[in-house]
């Protein structure tokens, strides 16, 4: 079992910037394949980034590639998203998730999530 938990959310100003991070309770964490996705409200989950154990390889939504960076510490067992130029239309709460097995952008292939955290970006 690992532990998801996210925080560096808040409220920030169209075209600000936003780190969030997320930290997992298991030494394992250098095992897993990381990702970030969001929701919006009144839509459905989406994927936003992903990064492999080693952090070799990522992948980025079309609607934040250039913008945003996903990275990992595997000696803090934390993986953050670093968003720049933010959009109205990143408003969404962002959840991390695990995957034991291969990275992707599929929801289905990760085992573990965290609570999410709250990005708002006024206009």
């Known amino acids: 079992q690992v532990q998801l938990v996210e925080s560096g959310g808040g409220l920030v100003q169209v075209g600000g910037s936003l780190r969030l991070s997320c930290a997992a309770s298991?030494?394992?964490?250098?095992?897993?394949?990381m990702a970030w996705f969001r929701q919006a409200p009144g839509k459905e989950r989406e994927f936003v980034a992903a990064i492999s154990w080693s952090g070799g390889t990522t992948y980025y939504a079309d609607s934040v590639k250039g913008r945003f960076t996903i990275s990992r510490d595997n000696a803090k067992n934390t993986v953050y998203l670093q968003m720049n130029s933010l959009k109205p239309e990143d408003t969404a709460v962002y959840y991390c998730a695990a995957a034991q097995g291969r990275i992707g952008y599929l929801q289905s292939l990760y085992d573990y999530w965290g609570q999410g955290t709250q990005v708002t970006v006024s206009s």
């Open positions: 298991r030494s394992t964490f250098s095992m897993y394949n």
